[in-house]
């Protein structure tokens, strides 16, 4: 398998980066959606931020690096026989899904750096607070980052059942792609002599 992708194929590197992201951002949802319910006397109630905040820093870095990869790259193009509307409604979900993160990212920034602390990234490295005094800047981003994390798992899921779909009812290579599978032999033609 080839760095990049073809007309049939993605590349491993296309691969690799949407199955380090995809577990990542479940997790981060699951995470936060968990440290709203904690209490001030919980053990995790320092700890748990600190892993989202770390966790979401480094998939930022991977999401602009998919993000450029995507511009060098070609995605390969959709499956023989697939309507014109589905392969649009995919391209359109990524962008959605592209875009969701970005806002997301940038108004958990938001959040942590309202008060003009840095992020610590798992003691490795800092990043600075660059934007704050907004006024009700934490409560703001804080609508907006839950509201946008809701939509794009919403989307997650849409994207998903699609995958899944292509996958058992279409019966089309199109999970398979994005597995680094190579796509099935076509049976529909074989002849089977008795």
Not at 160 to 177: E, S, Y
């Amino acid at each position: 398998m080839s760095v990049r992708g073809s007309k049939t194929q993605y590349g491993w590197l296309a691969i690799v980066l949407h199955w380090l992201m995809a577990p990542a951002i479940i997790g981060l949802f699951f995470l936060g959606w968990w440290m709203r319910s904690l209490t001030y006397y919980d053990a995790w109630y320092r700890e748990g931020p600190i892993l989202h905040k770390s966790i979401g820093i480094l998939l930022l870095a991977v999401l602009l690096v998919r993000l450029l990869w995507k511009l060098m790259d070609r995605s390969p193009a959709a499956e023989a026989g697939t309507p014109r509307w589905q392969a649009l409604a995919a391209r359109l979900t990524h962008v959605a899904l592209y875009a969701l993160l970005l806002v997301i990212m940038t108004s958990g920034y938001l959040i942590s750096t309202a008060d003009g602390r840095p992020i610590e990234v798992f003691d490795w490295f800092s990043v600075p607070a660059t934007i704050q005094g907004i006024v009700h800047q934490e409560d703001i981003a804080g609508q907006v980052h839950k509201f946008l994390a809701w939509s794009l798992m919403a989307l997650v899921s849409l994207h998903a059942l699609a995958a899944l779909k292509h996958h058992f009812i279409d019966r089309d290579a199109t999970l398979r792609r994005m597995l680094g599978l190579a796509p099935k032999p076509d049976n529909s033609t074989t002849l089977t002599t008795q």
